[in-house]
């Protein structure tokens, strides 16, 4: 049976029975119209060409596949945490850590400023894809790493930062010799887009309830 695939550089996810996209090269978020979305959401859920299914090839959100297949809405979930338990002494970050972390803060507000948001997330796809160089450190040293951002982020406001704030974290933890995860989220009514870092299912630079609400729409 044939199959269809998205095309490069979007991904989706589900919310209420709804569909919701993220273009990266286009830097934007859309949802499909009544009849294109329920004929997305069949053939996610049955494999069901509908009619109307043309029209989104049309537009070319997504290809069709001879050898088969179906898109996959971006994951939800990974797996479990590997920070320190709240039991255990809060993380201690020396100076030149936060100072570090405040370097990378500006270096990345004035990207996400300047650069587009595919080549930003390309970018740390790539470095993040790269051999690592460091041994992979400590669970310990993960934690005073983030506790070095979050400091930085008293000192320059993380306000409304949540994109670049999050892009500084993932690339100090790869330089480090770490394995994050820069996830993008969303919600509707009304729709807000969110960003953080999760390390093994543990969020790094939020509080869980915070990002809860929010659906993954695009794992890097």
Known sequence: MAGYRLRTGLSFCRIDNRTLFLDLPADRYFGLGGPLDT?????????AADPALATLVERGLIIPCPEGGLPVPCPTTSPGPI???PSEPPARPSLLAIA???VARVHWTLRVRYCPLAANIDRLARRKDAPALRPRPTSAAIARLAEAHRRAGLILSARD???PTSMALMATLTARGANPTLVLGVKLDPFQAHCWVELAGTVLNDAPDHVRPFTPIRRV
């Open 83 to 85: 920070l320190p338990p």
């Open 161 to 163: 930062q949540c994109l």
């Open 39 to 47: 004929a997305f959401q069949a053939l996610l859920d049955t494999g």
């Open 100 to 102: 570090m972390a405040l």
